[in-house]
């Protein structure tokens, strides 16, 4: 099984110069036919490797594989600004949703929005049946992962988790690894060591994004909107989520999640320092 020690060697070992699977099979001790398993899922799940065939169709094919440009993964003018935007803003009230959401095409998207004191009265249900349809990998940008505490009357989020991560489902999360939420982290952790499995891993990142991106092929996003306070406007806290079905914008959507989720600290070196703090 491909795991976080062996997809980092593999990654420096062609960060050097492109190599080709021999090289690689070499280099990690595994057959061609596994190492070309593991590239096919770091350049799926992380982005970070790409592979060219040349001569193929011959005896004498030869595949390489090399390290991919981080620097941009916008294809538009569009999608540019906005990718400037994520990664230049820490806090959700610094960016909308609205601003993706408004540019995917009709029949490819929907919006809710929902009238709740808190996030526990929202239509859970909607969302445990959007992370369900997951088969391979859940990316999440998260602010400290206090959805995972949600519950009314049957349904319960965490459960959902651990009967994902059950099943062989991997879990990626960006989010702030600090005191205050430091409980959440060692929560959802603790189901990689109770199935004996490296499927959940996370990361410390401030950023303005509140969205799970279900196996590449869909997104949800989520926005609150708090009353101003100000005469004819908005006068009562609403939720507002989005979903969007669209390869396009999906997949650009988990380009970004790779650009920051690779140049993040890993949440067990953060624990690690923050427990020294509060010894």
């Known amino acids: 099984m491909l795991d976080n020690k062996m997809t980092q060697e593999i990654e420096r070992f062609v960060s050097v110069e492109p190599r080709s699977i021999n090289e690689i099979s070499e280099h990690i001790q595994k057959n061609w036919r596994t190492v070309d398993r593991y590239l096919k899922e770091i350049e ?3 982005g970070t490797i790409t ?4 001569r193929g169709g011959t005896r004498g094919a030869l595949k390489v594989a090399y390290k991919m440009n981080p620097e941009m993964a916008s294809s538009t003018k569009i999608q540019e600004e906005l990718e400037n935007e994520i990664m230049r803003q820490k806090r959700k009230d610094e960016f909308s949703a609205f601003d993706i959401f408004q540019h995917v095409p ?11 004191i808190s996030e526990e009265g929202t239509n859970l249900r909607e969302l445990i049946e959007i992370l369900n349809s997951a088969k391979k990998e859940i990316k999440l940008f998260s602010g400290n992962l206090s959805w995972i505490n949600l519950k009314k009357g049957d349904i319960d989020l965490f459960k959902t988790l651990d009967g994902l991560v059950k099943k062989g489902v991997k879990f990626k999360a960006l989010c702030r690894v600090d005191l205050s939420g430091i409980e959440n982290i060692k929560k959802v ?3 990689n060591y109770k199935y004996g499995k490296e499927l959940i891993e996370i990361r410390h990142r401030e950023h303005p994004m509140r969205a799970f991106i279900v196996d590449n092929n869909s997104v949800r996003l989520k926005e609150i909107r708090e009353p101003t306070g100000k005469i004819k406007e908005l006068d009562k806290k609403i939720f507002i989520f989005y979903t969007i079905k669209d390869k396009e914008w999906t997949e650009w959507l988990s380009k970004i999640f790779i650009k920051l989720f690779n140049t993040s600290v890993g949440a067990e070196k953060r624990l690690t320092e923050l427990g020294r703090i509060i010894k």
């Not at 592979?51 to 040349?54: E, I, L, N, R, V």
């Open 51 to 54: 592979t060219k065939t040349f």
């Open 44 to 46: 799926e799940e992380y």
């Open 106 to 116: 009709d029949k490819n998207k929907k919006a809710i929005v929902e009238d709740e």
């Open 189 to 191: 952790l603790s189901l």
